[in-house]
């Protein structure tokens, strides 16, 4: 029998910045991003302006309820013809955004934390949820290299997030997402089932009624 979640949390916290594993290969630090999240809230804004936030279709011709940016030598997207990445905006063709500086230490110091060496993102995906958006359980497996570990930083409204296992049917935990929370999945955990439950009502001192996501990959 497992120890409930919010007692690994708990343990966690009581850590004071350390990194707490809650799957096999997936560690969460709490609270990681914290010190940076004006200079992270300021490049999105960039980032942004630039390539705008947008709601992808899927294969099926379904509006996402995530609208999405990216920035990187790769981005991910979405249409008719599927999921890939490509190195260009589909909206103007131009190359997206390159990745901030203070992204990419970000997402190496996060993953050094967690174990995983020498991670140089070349992807950042960047998910905006306003409340009742939701993010169906999916795996990440669009990326060419599932030995690189998958960064996420969380801002903003918190969210929960909910993950299983390698098949589709296994059971699945939950665990809460807050502003300046940071999580690196490798190894076994690096293709778990995960999502998101519809963001609830609420308004953040930063960000309002909305919750950022940054996921940064090794894409190609
Ligand atoms: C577990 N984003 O963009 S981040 C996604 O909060 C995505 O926006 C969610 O799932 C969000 O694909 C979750 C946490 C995350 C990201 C990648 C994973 C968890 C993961 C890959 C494997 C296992
Ligand atoms: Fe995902």
């Known amino acids: 029998m497992h120890a409930p979640m919010h007692d690994l949390f708990d343990a966690a916290e ?18 990681f991003a914290l ?13 942004t302006a630039q390539a705008p936030f947008r709601h992808m279709e899927t294969r099926r011709g379904l509006r996402m309820s995530v609208a999405m940016s990216n920035c ?30 203070v992204f990419a230490r970000l997402a190496a110091q996060a993953a050094r934390a967690a174990g995983f060496d020498g991670f140089k993102p070349d992807a950042c995906l960047v998910n905006r949820y306003e409340p009742g958006t939701r993010l169906s359980l999916h795996q990440d497996r669009d990326e060419r290299d599932f030995a690189a570990p998958i960064v996420s930083v969380s801002l903003g409204l918190p969210a929960t997030f909910v993950f299983g296992g390698a098949a589709r049917g296994d059971r699945v935990q939950r665990l809460s997402l807050r502003h300046g929370d940071v999580v690196a999945w490798g190894g076994a955990s690096r293709l778990f089932h995960h999502g998101v439950l519809p963001l609830a009502e609420g308004s953040h001192p930063l960000l309002g009624a909305r919750r950022i996501n940054l996921t940064f990959r090794r894409a190609g």
């Open 35 to 47: 010190d940076r999240a004006a200079a992270l809230l300021e490049a999105i804004d960039a980032i």
């Open 14 to 31: 009581a850590e004071a910045g350390g990194a707490a594993q809650f799957a096999e290969d997936a560690w969460l630090l709490r609270g």
């Open 72 to 101: 990187g030598a790769l981005g991910w997207v979405s249409d008719r013809r599927g999921y890939r990445y490509a190195a260009r905006d589909p909206l103007d063709g131009q190359p997206w955004p390159p990745m901030p500086a």
